[in-house]
């Protein structure tokens, strides 16, 4: 318990600790999902060249 | 050397090696990261004048740090994109903004955070420190509004470049802020004359905990030119290979 309170500044110091992680957390997914709909954007417009027979 | 970065240019070279070298930036950003949040939260002692609320600085310095770095990062690719037609060196600029821009965020929430306990606010309007650091989230949104905002690839690289680089004035002003004008912040820590003035149990997680972000920093930045490359190839060949092998298969 006396770890978690951080003497007496407990809200404070979790709290920066909580929304640098969740920052970081939210980058990573970003990127990924960002990459992920690219890719599978490109993937969409070449696969309907191709049967559009270009 | 010339052959080393004329292949690294080459954007499906480059889209291979960032691959590779991600897990490996991440990898030891973690592990970095992990130590110096234990030993920061857990092992150093507490502050003789501002006890258990110093240990925000494990997160505070990277992010203050990376906030600036990613700057300088963008600035100077964009420059060199500029100068040498490079569009690599575009594709790194446009893909470090938002990340600088999350960091400089983090940085001054965190920084707000320490502030309240220390100084009795979370903010205050008009100080060096805390305003040019604002200014910075700025140049950040003012980069990536103006790249948004132009259709053509290379207008929006050239336009979004000289801005980027008209900015890279704020960055002397945020570090030396402190120096120049009175701040409510406090002076350097680490990078002063006479060397860090900081005990060496809080030292070692600190300097682990501003590798390990920027390692990570690295991979996110990789990850993200990557998508940028694919994006600004998407006529090349290698790409449509790439995406769609079913095709030539």
Redesign the interface.
Known sequence: ME?LS?????A??W???A??FG??L???A???R??RR??SD??TR??SA?ERGK | MWTFLHKLSSPPHFYDLAARMIPWLAGSALLLITYGTIAGLFFAPPDYQQGDSFRIIYVHVPAAYLSMMAYAVLAVSAGIGLIWRIKLAHAVAAGAAPLGAWFTFLALVTGSIWGRPMWGTWWEWGDPRLTSELILLFLYFGYMALRAAIDDTAKADRASAVLALAGAVNLPIIHFSVEWWSSLHQGPTLIREGGPAIAAEMLWPLLAMILGFSLLFGALLLARVRTEVLIRERRAKWVRKLVYPEETA
């Not at chain 1, 951080?6 to 407990?10: A, D, F, H, N």
């Open positions: 770890l951080m003497g007496g500044y407990g404070y110091v709290t920066a600790y929304l640098t920052v970081v939210l980058c990573v970003q990127g990924r960002r990459h690219v890719f490109l993937r070449f696969r191709v």
